[in-house]
C-alpha cells in the first residue's frame, strides 16, 4: 500500500496568513493527489484533486502544487471558516490511502 | 445537487452485523462509484471499499475482506454496507462517499457519516 505521510499534525496561524500543508507519499503517484477539509462537525468536502484542479464552488485562496512523491496544500488570506482539519489522499493505486491529517488551528 | 443522505447512528452488541445505508440523490446513481471510508479517531480516515451501482463491480481493501460486504439497489438509489462480526474495533464513524467519473479517482461528494458504537 502507498503510505502517505503529513508531518505537521498540528498548524496554528493567524487570520489573513498564508499556509502551506505538506504531504508525503511513498512511491511516485503521478500527480494523483488529492486534498479534504474535515469541519469539526465531521463534514467533508473535497478541495483540490490531481494536484492542483479547484474543485467546484471552493474558493480561490486554496491552491495546491507538487509533484513525484512531494505535494502541498496553500491556504492564503486565512480565513475564520477555514478552521478544520486537512487530508490528502491518493487516487492512483488501490487501495486508496490518506494521510493523517493537518488540524488548522487560529492563532 | 448531489446529496448522499446514510442511516443514523447505530448501537450494536459484539459479534453482530449491522448494515448502513446510503441514498444517493441528484445524479445518476448507476454510474458513479460509491466508496466506503472508515474513520478512528487518531488514526484517520482509511479506505474499505467501491461498489458501482449499475453493474455490483466492487473491490475491496485487503484489510476488509470478510468484514464489510457492499450492496446497491438502483430502485431506490441506495448503497448498503454490511458490517459481520462486530467488536469494538469497529466502533467508529463510517462515511460513504462518491468518486468522480473522469478517473482521476477523488472523492467529489461526502455523506454526513455514521456512528457505529459496539457495545455489550
Known amino acids: 500500500d502507498i503510505q502517505m505521510t503529513q508531518t505537521t499534525s498540528s498548524l496554528s496561524a493567524s487570520l489573513g496568513d498564508r499556509v502551506t500543508i505538506s504531504c508525503r507519499t511513498s512511491?511516485?503517484?503521478?500527480?494523483?493527489l488529492n486534498w479534504y477539509q474535515q469541519k469539526p462537525d465531521g463534514t467533508v468536502k473535497l478541495l483540490i484533486y490531481?494536484?492542483?484542479r479547484l474543485h467546484s464552488g471552493v474558493p480561490s485562496r486554496f491552491s495546491g502544487s507538487g509533484s513525484g512523491t512531494d505535494y502541498s496544500l496553500t491556504i492564503s488570506n486565512l480565513e475564520q471558516e477555514d478552521i478544520a482539519t486537512y487530508f490528502c489522499?491518493?487516487?492512483?493505486?488501490?487501495?486508496?490511502?490518506f494521510g493523517s491529517g493537518t488540524k488548522l488551528e487560529i492563532k | 445537487q448531489v446529496q448522499l443522505q446514510q442511516s443514523g447512528a447505530e448501537l450494536m452488541k459484539p459479534g453482530a452485523s449491522v448494515k448502513i445505508s446510503c441514498k444517493a440523490t441528484?445524479?445518476?446513481?448507476?454510474?458513479?462509484?460509491i466508496e466506503w471510508v472508515k474513520q478512528r479517531p487518531g488514526h484517520g480516515l482509511e479506505w474499505i471499499g467501491e461498489i458501482l451501482p449499475g453493474s455490483g463491480s466492487t473491490n475491496y481493501n485487503e484489510k476488509f475482506k470478510g468484514k464489510a460486504t457492499f450492496t446497491a439497489d438502483t430502485s431506490s438509489n441506495t448503497a448498503y454496507m454490511q458490517l459481520s462480526s462486530l467488536t469494538s474495533e469497529d466502533s467508529v464513524v463510517y462515511y460513504c462517499?462518491?468518486?468522480?467519473?473522469?478517473?482521476?479517482?477523488?472523492?467529489?461528494?461526502w455523506g454526513q457519516g455514521t456512528t457505529l458504537t459496539v457495545s455489550s
Open positions: 489522499q491518493q487516487g492512483n493505486t488501490l487501495p486508496f490511502t
Open positions: 441528484g445524479y445518476t446513481f448507476n454510474s458513479y462509484w
Open positions: 512511491q511516485d503517484i503521478s500527480n494523483y
Open positions: 490531481y494536484t492542483s
Open positions: 462517499v462518491r468518486r468522480g467519473i473522469t478517473g482521476l479517482d477523488y472523492f467529489d461528494y
